[in-house]
């Protein structure tokens, strides 16, 4: 079984579907806990309806921090999958010989411990401190409890990659059994083309695709590869293959940006490609890539890029979802379905899965993102992406639940109480849909702790904590 895993710290506290619909990622800068910006986000593409008399647009998304936290341990899954395993020594420790490092079946969720990153435990901590309700604070350090993924979403968030793995590792060698940290690639060079409150550092006119391969991947990889005992997952570049498919010519999404994120994905695959990494692309969700016209398309984008970067054996499938609202299944919402008929993400993946089939791609795997998506019937259309109220935290990270194609995992790869994008119009980095009716206008900066929505997302979890 992979279960969640606690890291005691001394510094601190702790079937076809057709079409449109969105998912983007907006990003913060730097730091943890309340008040200061935690890192990344995946949020913001918008319906830009094109082509076909099909919705093409993207949209759904929310900004994600950079950390994740330290908790408790509870079991989340195991399971059987592709992949490339392998088998390897944490040297010292308590362990009497190598720990086995390789996963249930392929499946790198599985056969292993997840790692509960300190950086999201010290910011729900800023939130426990901040609640007087005991019933409140007793649900919120669960939370604390619960794997979240570690957002790379600038060249600076590198330098913390290190002291993040050499906590899982050190855990992992008082355990004796593998524990799994999941990071998330999310720098390329026009990041989010069709958003503005997820905009990244790099831009492809001012020496971006240099900088991204020898700044940002170049380290990354340094990284990975001076731990061959560590199984590490990674989630590559969310929102950028999938606004090649839907948004073409929109905002920033120009020609020269298209084949950027083409190439350069490529090149994270193939330079990150290694036997105790396994790369899970971003696929978009129901809601924007849904319809058949929609997935053709992605998944032809997905086939080329693979191809282009050797078909690497680590690149284990796609995640879904990221960020993103879109429950697991549903059988109506509050919004038109607008012809999709992919109803949730457990149709979605289905789907996708059979049109990556016809791309030759037959034995990918998926995971999928239920950090937010708890709740339904919030919002007025799959475009509306930004700090959606009502949301409420979903189904807890485990591996193999079932439900859908090769399905690996639920994780919460955006970890809920970062913002989606700042809600005040002339702020910085102000997107439209931050200020939409369905959005907590309160919200601060992309990627910064957001107490109030945090505390939502607690009360209106399904499960409930």
Not at 97 to 109: K, L, Q, R
Not at 263 to 291: C, F, R, T
Request: proline share 6%; charged share 20%; glycine share 14%.
């Amino acid at each position: 079984m992979a279960k969640w895993v606690a890291v005691l710290l001394t510094t601190a506290s702790f079937a076809a579907c057709s079409g449109d619909g969105g998912d983007g990622s907006s990003n913060g800068d730097g730091g943890a806990g309340a008040g200061t910006p935690t890192g990344s986000g995946a949020g913001a593409g918008t319906p830009t309806g094109a082509g076909a008399g099909t919705p093409t647009g993207s949209g759904a998304g929310a900004g994600t921090p950079t950390g994740s936290g330290a908790g408790a341990g509870t079991p989340t899954g195991s399971g059987a999958g592709a992949g490339t395993p392998t088998s390897s020594a944490a040297a010292g420790g308590n362990c009497p010989g190598p720990v086995d490092i390789s996963p249930v079946a392929g499946n790198p969720f599985a056969g292993g411990r997840l790692f509960v990153d300190p950086e999201y435990v010290a910011k729900v901590q800023t939130s426990i401190d901040m609640t007087t309700d005991a019933a409140l604070v007793a649900k919120m350090k669960k939370v604390q409890e619960i794997p979240t993924a570690f957002w790379l979403d600038r060249i600076a968030a590198v330098d913390r990659l290190e002291g993040h793995l050499d906590a899982a590792l050190a855990l992992q060698e008082q355990l004796c059994e593998p524990v799994v940290p999941v990071i998330v690639v999310y720098d390329l060079p026009n990041r989010d083309c069709f958003a503005e409150a997820s905009n990244g550092e790099l831009k492809l006119n001012e020496n971006g695709t240099e900088r991204y391969q020898n700044e940002f991947i170049k380290p990354i990889k340094a990284i990975l590869a001076a731990r061959p005992n560590q199984r590490i997952i990674a989630i590559i570049e969310p929102d950028s293959l999938p606004n090649i498919a839907t948004n073409l010519g929109g905002k920033r999404c120009d020609d020269a940006t298209a084949a950027s994120y083409e190439s350069n994905v490529a090149h994270a695959l193939k330079e990150l490609n290694m036997p105790h990494v396994y790369q899970y692309i971003d696929a978009a969700h129901s809601g924007w890539l849904g319809w058949e016209d929609n997935q053709k398309k992605g998944a032809e984008i997905f086939a080329r890029v693979i191809k282009a970067a050797g078909s690497p054996s680590g690149v284990r499938g796609f995640a879904t979802n990221v960020a993103n609202y879109t429950q697991l299944s549903y059988s109506s919402e509050s919004y038109d379905q607008q012809d999709n008929p992919c109803f949730g993400e457990y149709d979605y993946v289905d789907a996708m899965a059979s049109a990556l089939a016809a791309e030759g791609l037959a034995d990918k795997h998926f995971i999928i993102d239920t950090s937010r998506n708890g709740r339904g019937n919030i919002r007025d259309d799959w475009g509306l992406w930004c700090n959606n109220k009502g949301a409420g935290m979903g189904e807890r990270p485990r591996a193999n639940p079932g439900g859908a194609t090769r399905l690996d995992a639920f994780y919460w790869v955006k970890p809920p109480g970062d913002s989606d994008g700042v809600g005040q119009e002339g702020e910085p980095r102000y997107d439209l849909f931050c200020g939409k009716a369905n959005a907590d206008t309160r919200a601060p900066q992309a990627g910064y702790w957001f107490h109030e929505y945090f505390v939502e997302c607690v009360k209106n979890a399904n499960p409930a904590l």
